[in-house]
């Protein structure tokens, strides 16, 4: 069983597990039961980053139409529409070894699907979890519970992977965002 973080904890990923290069990132949640018409649909993502926390280009951003970075270093494994079922609802594999250069973050995100035109937010979903597996093992290294602190978000950043020195680090961050794929887009430099 893996180490339980709590929001703005840092943990190390690669020096205290040595050989580890390849994880899987798996998110899940549960929504709330409301009185809307229409059912949740949660989409994961990565935005590969430069050393200003921004996306150069396009094919920097990993989501479910665009499912693999061009360097093979990130893939999204598809999208689940519903979060139906227990465990991972998406997941996000990485092979740090393959991880170009200029990439020194690697940022996790969810956001709602059409959260504005269906009246949905982040304050409608619990249980919302983050954990990363070592691909290899399949042990579990580390879980991020995000806690019910959510209410008009439509986006998250649940978590970052980054570059320290040689080693890889995780940072539990749990930030939300107004504005849904849009805001965030933006904040890593991207056009909406």
Excluded at 49 to 62: E, M, P, R, Y
Excluded at 175 to 190: D, H, P, V
Aim: glycine letters at 10%; hydrophobic letters at 35%.
């Amino acid at each position: 069983m893996g180490i339980n973080l709590s929001k703005g904890q840092r943990i190390d990923l690669t020096k205290t597990n040595p050989g580890l290069t390849k994880v899987i990132v798996g998110l899940g949640w549960d929504t709330n039961h409301y009185h809307g018409r229409h059912d949740f649909d949660l989409d994961a993502s990565a935005f590969l980053t430069d050393a200003n926390n921004k996306a150069v280009q396009d094919s920097d951003f990993i989501f479910y139409n665009n499912l693999v970075h061009p360097s093979g270093s990130v893939e999204h494994t598809g999208d689940n529409r519903t979060g139906e079922g227990d465990g991972d609802d998406e997941q996000i594999k990485i092979d740090f070894s393959k991880v170009p250069a200029n990439i020194h973050r690697i940022a996790i995100t969810v956001t709602i699907h059409d959260a504005d035109a269906r009246n949905q937010n982040f304050g409608q979903v619990s249980n919302a979890f983050v954990r990363v597996v070592d691909e290899e093992s399949k042990n579990e290294v580390l879980r991020f519970d995000l806690g019910e602190d959510f209410s008009v978000e439509t986006a998250v950043v649940i978590c970052e992977l980054y570059r320290h020195t040689w080693e890889w680090k995780f940072n539990a961050v749990a930030s939300g965002f107004a504005g849904g794929l849009g805001a965030l887009c933006r904040n890593f430099g991207l056009d909406a």
